[in-house]
């Protein structure tokens, strides 16, 4: 058993001489670091003030009239106005002949400062929305699926879930679940996504549709004539028409030709005012099919390899608002 001599000298010459000190160092290193990393920020972040002031400013080329609106002095909003000069350092205004007129720097600048100011003002009235008991679900999906599909079968939400207000959303990315982005997603492909429990929903085929006045009075006798009509491409289905022709053992160099739109909601739109021949998923065009707005000029449906599906992250299957929007997709699946 060592000695309480040994013990002593052991405390003064290791804790006390070595431990502590480093551990004062790097506590001040650490408090350092933080104190500069605070300077920093407030030393290039303008007040809301400041904001408001130079984007009242642009609005009404005046200082007097910015100052009457936001309910200050004539002299605040000039000072607010040059303070963020001198942050941005740039001019953000100049005088020309009495009259101020946005430099290209403040111009550049102003398309900036709405956009936050819009958001904070977007945040304020989400947040005023719903009351302390209320939880907030975020679904992002597909544009023109969400509006097709998946808005239909919202219908009843609120009635049934006062407390759990919903937050739909057309971003997507493939990595939104895991990053916490959103907490349900919809979405076309092959699976599984990594971290999420997926949900196979329904499967899809695709259809070629168009006006009815466009059609020509004699009918097709060979679906590669559809290209008389212009092919409307889907940008997020580059293979589309290829894969169609292909599927009846036709082929046509025409198949990647033709306007292209991002969504199947501006095809929808194109094929229905006459710009051409639309591929899209039946599901989609159902009602204008119903109605008579489109029709099928050839009468062949590609079955998609992929399909929809819903998910939710693995580790939050348990967690009650997801759960009830699980629960509610599959009970409307088929309405």
């Known amino acids: 058993m060592p000695s309480n001599n040994w013990l002593q000298a052991l405390e003064q010459t290791t804790i006390k001489r070595d431990i502590i000190p480093f551990i004062h160092a790097a506590c001040h290193q650490a408090v350092t670091g933080l104190e500069t990393l605070a ?17 009242a400013v642009t609005r009404h080329l005046s200082f007097t009239r910015a100052a009457e609106e936001l309910n200050l002095t004539q002299s605040a909003v ?6 963020l000069e001198e942050l941005v350092q740039h001019l953000l205004f100049r005088r020309i002949r009495r009259r101020l007129q946005l430099t ?10 709405r956009k936050i100011l819009s958001q904070m003002e977007m945040s304020t009235h989400f947040l005023r929305s719903y009351g302390g008991e209320t939880e907030v679900l975020r679904v992002s999906t597909p544009s023109t699926f969400g509006a097709r599909w998946l808005v239909p079968r919202l219908k009843g939400w609120r009635l ?6 919903l937050d739909v959303v057309n971003e997507q990315e493939t990595d939104d679940l895991i990053q916490s982005r959103c907490d349900f997603t919809f979405y076309f492909g092959q699976g599984a996504r990594p971290g999420a429990e997926s949900v196979r929903l329904f499967d899809e085929e695709l259809v070629p549709v168009c006006a009815p006045g466009a059609l020509p009075q004699t009918p097709f006798t060979d679906p590669t004539q559809l290209t ?9 289905r580059p293979q589309g028409w290829h894969d169609w022709f292909d599927s009846q053992g036709y082929h046509t160099e025409h198949s ?24 899209l998923p039946r599901f989609l065009v159902e009602e204008e099919l119903a109605d008579g707005k489109l029709v099928i000029p050839w009468p062949h449906a590609l079955p998609s390899s992929d399909a929809y599906y819903m998910a939710y992250p693995e580790h939050a299957a348990e967690v009650p608002k997801i759960k009830a929007f699980a629960e509610w997709m599959l009970e409307h699946l088929e309405a």
């Open 256 to 279: 990647y030709h033709g306007p292209r739109f991002e969504t199947f909601y501006m095809c929808i739109r194109a094929a229905q005012v006459g710009c051409g021949v639309a591929l």
């Open 160 to 165: 049934r879930y006062p407390h759990i207000h």
């Open 228 to 236: 008389d009509l212009v092919l409307l491409q889907n940008a997020n």
């Open 104 to 113: 290209p720097a403040g111009a550049l600048y102003l398309g900036e400062v």
């Open 78 to 83: 000039s000072k607010q106005v040059a303070q």
């Open 39 to 55: 300077m920093l920020n407030r030393r290039h972040m303008p007040s809301i003030t400041a904001l408001q002031c130079f984007e």
